[in-house]
């Protein structure tokens, strides 16, 4: 057997028959895999029953706690570590999986994933990055969500692991990197988007810095790492996911509601089903906890089984790749051209760097 992902059996909306199917049509695309299933025996063997032809590729760790959808950070920090989620983690953790992946509670798996991990030796706080779609294929966007406010240095940081992510996943060796603003001048926006910039522009790191963007611009192709605050960067995708369904709403509308509109939708088939295809969230799924001492997935939690699978490929992926160390040659890079930078504007006096914000189980 090659990696050994571990899965949370028991976490999603409909757990665990789409980690089952996911892991099935893993095997299809990575047939050297194995996996380790954490949940309830019970409810897992039967679906594995199903499906001979992975079983000898599955072993199942036994618990009955789960994580529930609604449930805070700081309670699952209290009782999840025996919980389906928190065992796929610790298997990371000890080194007996490659990486983790999960359909469950977004901020209960980042508090698991932090207290087991840790964060990688100069990042100050991990970000949630994933893939949003554009005009001409894929760019990756964070943070989603971790980080509700985040300080220059630390938008500097989730620059380095954007572009270590985009080289892995999108395979771009000089991908272009901006900074997402409420404007492209450079006067405009925080303090810390603008120092975070003048960071960027001073670095050995391979990337393409092209300056500040607007929340329009991200789907249209304008760079490969798209760098915001959680706070901004989880409005601006529940913002676009909203989108999409009203468009979908109206469509359906327009098309239904008439027999001239169907004859249209009929003649539009083809097309419909070419978009529906780009649209489709199952393609592209999978957010990654980076900046830690380990790679934690998250997949969308109503995924079906082939939008698990998705998941587990980007694990898979990361995996396979150097990019633990290419982060950790980033960060230095990084340092090394802020510490140049903040000598020359400040005449030699040492800069503060603002602390960690408030930590997620305190949520």
Known sequence: ???????????????????????????????????LLCGDETAVAPLLKAHPGIAASCRVRHTVERIAMEDKPSQVLRRGQSSSMGLAIQAVASGEAAAAVSAGNTGGLMALAMYSLSTMPGIDRPAIGALWPTRRGSCVFLDMGANVEASAKQLAQFAVLGTAFAHVILRKPRPRLALLNVGAEELKGRDSVREAAAMLKNTSIAYEFIGFVEGSDIPLDVAEVIVSDGFSGNVAIKTAEGTVHLISHFMKEAFGGSLLGKLGAL???????????RMDPNAQNGGVFLGLNGIVVKSHGSANGRGFASAIDMAVNLARSNFAAEIAASVKALNEGTASTVTAASGGQPHRSAGAHEEIAAR
């Open 267 to 277: 003649i539009a088939r083809g097309a419909f089903k070419r978009l529906e295809a």
């Open 1 to 35: 057997m090659g990696l050994t992902i571990s899965l949370d059996a028991m976490g999603g909306d409909h757990a665990p028959q789409i980690v089952v199917e996911g892991a099935r049509l893993a095997l299809q695309r990575h047939a050297d895999l194995a996996f």
